[in-house]
């Protein structure tokens, strides 16, 4: 016996989603399923979990369906398919764990399916499935946000949704997290998957660039550590390019001082090694 609820709700993004969840009393474990639709594209996430009364699904099992109305077989990614950051670890939220959205402002819908590895702060996951120019085969890939999962909005309104986070690689980079700083991170679907764009977005990193400025004042002002929001500033200002990198350094250096050079280095140091651009 399998006694069950289904729950409708309508879908955030577009169509309407189901959300199935059966639970027995079996040795068998229970499953949790959730379909989303957006036009022809359906997509069901299904995973076993241990405890049904979890708001949220460790996902030991975790399956993804995607179905295009005359687009022939289902394309499906199962267990491994997740690695290397799930499913064993996994934790999938009842609400809203797929999504089917047109990232790319075709028309056409890609699939996303978010995922939390455990821990105190990290990590957010996503899986992003998608037809590189409208080819019948799907890919899928997954992308470690880290501590901060991005937003997806569109940052300079050309129809085509960014994914919108930080570089997480600060988080513990320059001191402990309670005073980390993070630079702004934007990750657009390329072709291949979810690729690093930010320099492109020039308004935003700016605007980004101007908040780390302020955000180091305001640490300075308090006593608090400030290396990782100049190491933040920097990486912005590396985003902005231009005169901006030039400018930037110049300023860091100015309020740091000579007592500040070892400081300075090590920023150097970091972030020319992560690809940012320090002069
Ligand atoms: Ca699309
Ligand atoms: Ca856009």
Redesign the pocket.
Known sequence: MAPAFVRRRRGAVAGAAVLVWCSSASAVAPTWSETVSSGPVSATLTTTYGNAADAMLRADDLELVVTRQGGGTPAKWHGRAFAPWGPEQAIVSRAGAVRVVDVT?DGEAEVLVDIYTGGAHCCSVSYVAWRADRSPRYRMRGVRWGNIAPSLI?????????FVGVDDRFAYAFGPYAVAEFPARVW?LAKDGPAVTTPRYHSYAMAAMRSSWSIFLAHRRRGDPTMGALAAYLANASNVGGVAVRGGWARARRVTGASGTRTMQTIEHRLRGWGYRTR
């Open positions: 402002g569109d940052v300079n309104a050309d129809g085509a949704l960014e657009s």
